[in-house]
């Protein structure tokens, strides 16, 4: 396993800024994360042309690209463009979330079928985030998910499991199924909190991790709505140095 760090951490940032903090707060590794409704970096931009995209990443950054990850639903001629954006930054991960709640469970089987064999073709993979509000937000259905869609995997965000509806309640039987993995500290009742004031056991997570010989990513991925901006390189830092010590 190895660390990275979301730009969304500093998602308030120019991208190019945000690129720049991050090797500042010496990570080495960058999920990339977009949003059509941000100033920071929008899906369409990368899917218009995505070699323009990665040769202006090269220029700018020295950071390892890891992942993308989408905030919103996009369409498949998107996704697609995404994929081909990945292939080209040698790397095989993207997250999108899942459908929200309330959405028939066969519907969200197509369009995710149809995801799935749209990027690997690239030799892309997608992840669905599990994540409050969306059909992920119960374990086991994100599990059903999975085993309906052959080659879907999930990015484990264990905060909306540990301050969700399901707060208390297992989720071990999600990491059969993880591609990716999304970290902040949280309580039962705050979504992200200082880091080592809340309730996430790192320490087994990377054993349960571990047990099912996953050897990618543990993304930091702090909210900055939620982080005072003075506040955000610290938490930033302990959280590096504490997955540091456990790896």
């Known amino acids: 396993m190895f660390i990275a760090a979301s730009t969304h951490c500093l998602g308030d940032l120019s991208f190019a800024d945000a690129c720049r903090q991050l090797s500042e707060l010496e990570y080495d590794r960058v999920e990339i994360w977009m949003d059509e409704n941000s100033n920071h970096l929008k899906p369409s931009y990368v899917a218009a042309d995505p070699e323009r995209f990665n040769n ?8 390892t690209p890891v992942a993308f990850s989408v905030n919103h639903d996009i369409d498949l001629a998107t996704l697609t463009e995404l994929a081909k954006a990945a292939k080209l930054m040698r790397f095989t991960q993207i997250t999108v979330p899942a459908a ?3 959405t028939p469970f066969n519907t969200e089987i197509d369009r995710l079928r149809s995801f799935v064999q ?3 073709i690239e030799g892309i993979q997608v992840s669905i985030k599990t994540e409050i509000g969306h059909l992920t937000e119960d374990p086991r259905t994100a599990v059903e998910l999975c085993q309906s869609v052959k080659g879907l995997g999930l990015t484990l965000d264990p905060s909306h499991y540990i301050c969700g509806p399901l707060a208390g309640k297992s989720h071990d039987m999600v990491y059969p199924y993880v591609n990716h993995v999304q970290l902040r500290d949280t309580s039962p009742k705050q979504l992200q909190v200082q880091i080592g004031l809340g309730e ?4 087994r997570l990377i054993s349960m991790l571990e047990a099912q010989e996953y050897n990618l990513a543990l993304s930091v991925e702090l909210l900055p709505d939620l982080l005072d901006k003075e506040e955000r390189p610290l938490e930033m830092r302990k959280m590096r140095m504490l997955l540091d010590s456990l790896l």
Do not use: C, K
Request: aromatic share 12%; charged share 20%; proline share 6%.
């Open 100 to 102: 929200p709640l309330g």
């Open 118 to 120: 749209a990027t690997s």
């Open 200 to 203: 996430v056991d790192y320490n």
């Open 56 to 63: 202006q990443f090269r220029e700018m950054s020295r950071l």
